[in-house]
């Protein structure tokens, strides 16, 4: 309903403006809204979240009035530290007045002492028009939610109506900067002109308010999603953290720019620091357990996954995480098949655990389901065409695997033709030419992939084309080539382990080479 989307704004504000003091410790709204109209007791919440306050209260819009009922609560004993009613007339003034009261005499009933920065931000009014302000918070929610392209088309859209409606908005420019580039960096808009609108929003954000925090995290958000210019921004997240100190994502932004650098463990305690302002997002988790799987560090993996598990036991992640663990670490594909439920659409990499199943009809009826066009992630291009050539290839069918790798070929070749440097439209290329026999020239094309993308460049995602291409070399007749790879694979972090290895079909040609076999010996774990 409008008047809960209302509040929901105006809660997010109030945690947005708390986060920017340095003393406090405030929790993100990710975690925060695990709790809205829970019963449980104040001090097993705190607990949960890591505080010892907890501030409470409801927020009603009725016509041309707004009413805010806040109070502050030791969660030890739940006594009332402070509370307050705000009634008064419907206005973007009114709004953040009423916040700016708020974050303040929190501040003040905890003892913490503002500096004159913090002062002045928490004070600031973003816009002084209404409707802007409701197209921003529009904007935010859908930051929350998945970054599939309509949301993130509609993301750009909310935070375009708010810079019509108000063009002296930084906050709107910064973030309509944020979600331009974050369409680029997804996959799904790889233009130059997608770019240049982010640049120029930017701009616009710099020109109205170059030292606002949000300024600065969409220059670095511009220099790592645009250009994987990863020192400039984390320089820029640098600052921008100077004036949102408790902004969980600003603070997870970084650890992913540190592990692909290869910074891994100043990447871990990074996140782990982003996951303490914001303990149950689902998210942050994830990426954490992503980060200990590349390492490899299995028992890790899985005890981020029974912390999910215990903190929030009706989310789907933890049974998905667990099932994904088993295919990388032990080559396992039946707890993955195990979720699976015939003829509903899921991720395209969900193929892999029909693939190490040998499960090739299988394979091929989930391609069925899967909806026409190119399916894309940040790692990979593929079809559903192109899942049926490789599993009526896998299959020994590969007279009637002809058909839809050629159609993939053609539409791949239309779009390296325009996009010569992304790295999934060769792999996808690679391998589509290596199940037609055209052995060279798929080489060629993996190869490419591990040159776009050496471990300088992306320590996270490097170890994926290596494997890719050890997969094309394979497939090809070049044993000790495809050896060489895997090799280097393993001597790198990655979504692969010896078992996965053995248990992949593609490799099944080296099933007795002794370099093959001498290569997964040296890199079994002890």
């Known amino acids: 309903p409008e008047s809960q989307a209302f509040a929901d704004g105006i809660h997010d504000d109030l945690i947005t403006q708390a986060s920017r003091i340095h003393a406090l410790k405030t929790i993100s709204r990710t975690s925060v809204m695990r709790y809205r109209n829970s019963d449980r007791p104040l001090a097993e919440i705190a607990a949960e979240l890591g505080v010892s306050t907890i501030m409470e209260g409801s927020i009603r819009r009725a016509g041309r009035r707004v009413r805010v009922n806040v109070q502050l609560i030791d969660a030890s004993d739940g006594h009332v530290l402070w509370g307050s009613t705000y009634d008064r007339e419907l206005t ?63 993301k750009v859209a909310a935070f375009e109506a708010a810079t019509q409606l108000d063009p002296g908005m930084a906050q709107a420019w910064a973030r309509l900067a944020i979600a331009h580039v974050q369409l680029y960096w997804r996959g799904y808009d790889r233009s130059e002109r997608r770019l240049e609108q982010s640049r120029e929003a930017l701009e616009r954000a710099a020109a109205i308010r170059p030292d606002l925090a949000e300024v600065a995290m969409a220059r670095g958000f511009f220099h790592y999603w645009g250009f994987r210019d990863y020192p400039a921004a984390l320089e820029d997240f640098g600052k921008a953290e100077r004036g949102l100190p408790n902004d969980a994502s600003l603070i997870a932004a970084k650890s992913f720019i540190q592990r692909r650098l290869g910074r891994w463990e100043e990447s871990l305690e990074t ?90 009809e299988g394979g091929l009826a989930f391609a069925d389901t899967l909806p026409g066009g190119p399916l894309l ?150």
């Open 92 to 154: 973007a003034q009114n709004i953040f007045a009423i916040q700016s009261e708020i974050v303040q005499q929190v501040a003040s009933a905890l003892e913490t002492t503002l500096t004159r920065s913090e002062r002045m931000a928490i004070a600031e009014a973003p816009t002084g028009n209404l409707q802007a302000y409701t197209q921003y918070q529009l904007g935010m929610s859908l930051d929350r939610e998945s970054p599939i392209e309509s949301n993130l088309r509609a």
């Open 271 to 360: 996140l782990r620091r982003a996951l303490a302002l914001d303990p149950l997002n689902m998210y942050l988790m994830q990426n954490l357990a992503n980060t200990y799987e590349v390492l490899r560090r299995w028992d890790e993996v899985s005890g981020v996954i029974a912390r999910a598990e215990q903190l929030l036991p009706e989310d789907p992640w933890s049974a998905a995480a667990r099932a994904s663990l088993a295919l990388i670490a032990r080559g396992d594909p039946a707890p993955a098949l195990a979720l699976y439920a015939p003829g509903t659409t899921m991720d395209p990499d969900f193929s892999t655990a029909f693939r190490l199943a040998r499960d090739y």
């Open 377 to 526: 992630n940040q790692t990979r291009w593929t079809s559903a065409d192109l899942l049926r050539g490789e599993f009526l290839w896998l299959a020994g069918r590969s007279a009637d695997s002809r058909a839809p790798l050629k159609r993939v070929h053609d539409e791949l070749a239309v779009l390296l033709r325009n996009d010569p440097d992304d790295p999934r439209l060769h792999g996808a290329m690679g391998l589509t030419l290596a199940l037609l026999g055209e052995a060279p020239e798929a080489a060629a094309e993996a190869e490419k992939t591990v040159q776009l993308v050496p471990p300088d460049r992306d320590a996270m995602e490097a170890g994926i084309w290596v494997y890719g291409l050890a997969v094309v070399q394979a497939i090809g007749g070049r044993h000790a080539d495809a050896v060489a790879s895997l090799d280097r694979a393993l001597g790198m972090p990655g979504y692969v382990s010896t078992a996965f290895i053995e248990a992949d079909p593609f490799f099944d040609s080296l099933q007795d080479d002794p370099a093959f076999r001498e290569l997964l010996a040296r890199y079994a774990a002890p």
